[in-house]
C-alpha cells in the first residue's frame, strides 16, 4: 500500500482561547512559529471582546507564556494567568477542542495541498460554535478526571 506524503515541512499553529461556558473561541494563527508576542496578540484579541467580568486564562507551562512580556501584558490587560501544573494536559478544557479538531480535520485524511489543511482546520474551528456544537458541548464539560497518587495513605 502506498500513502501519499507531502514533501517539505510546513507549519500551521494555532493559537487559541476557549471561553469555558460559551464555548467562544478566540484564535491567534500563523504559519511560523507560537510565541511570547503570540500569546500577547491572543490577550489583546480577548480585551477586544469587552467583557465586563473579570477574565482568567488558563496556561500550561510553556516557558513562552511565563516570561515577562506576557506578564506584563496580562497584568497591562487586567487578565489574570492561571498557570496549570506541568504535565497537565487533562486539566486544561482547550486540550479537548484541540483534539476534537485533529479527529475531524486529520486522522486518516490526506489534503492534496497545504492551503487545503489550513482551510480543514481553519473551517473546523469556525463551525465550533455551529455545526460542531452539539458534539463539542458533550466535550467541553467543566468535568475533569482527577487521580489521585498512588503513594498517598488513605
Known amino acids: 500500500m502506498l500513502v501519499r506524503a507531502p514533501s517539505g515541512r510546513q507549519r500551521f499553529n494555532v493559537l ?3 471561553q469555558a461556558i ?8 500563523n504559519d511560523s512559529y507560537i510565541n511570547a508576542t503570540s500569546v500577547c496578540e491572543l490577550l ?9 467580568t473579570p477574565i482568567t486564562v488558563v496556561m500550561d507551562n510553556a516557558r513562552y507564556q511565563r516570561c515577562r512580556l506576557v506578564l506584563e501584558t496580562a497584568t497591562r490587560l487586567g487578565i489574570e ?4 501544573p506541568p504535565y497537565s494536559p487533562n486539566l486544561n478544557l482547550i486540550e479537548r477542542l484541540w ?7 486529520l486522522y486518516s485524511t490526506s489534503y492534496e495541498h497545504f492551503d487545503a489543511f489550513k482551510h480543514a482546520i481553519t473551517q473546523c474551528l469556525v463551525e465550533t460554535t455551529g455545526h460542531h456544537q452539539a458534539a463539542l458541548s458533550r466535550l467541553l464539560t467543566l468535568e475533569f478526571q482527577i487521580f489521585e497518587s498512588a503513594g498517598r495513605d488513605r
Open 16 to 18: 487559541g482561547a476557549l
Open 22 to 29: 460559551t464555548h467562544q473561541l478566540i484564535t491567534v494563527t
Open 44 to 52: 489583546e484579541k480577548i480585551t477586544l471582546l469587552g467583557l465586563s
Open 81 to 84: 494567568l492561571l498557570f496549570l
Open 99 to 105: 483534539r476534537f479538531v485533529r479527529k475531524e480535520c
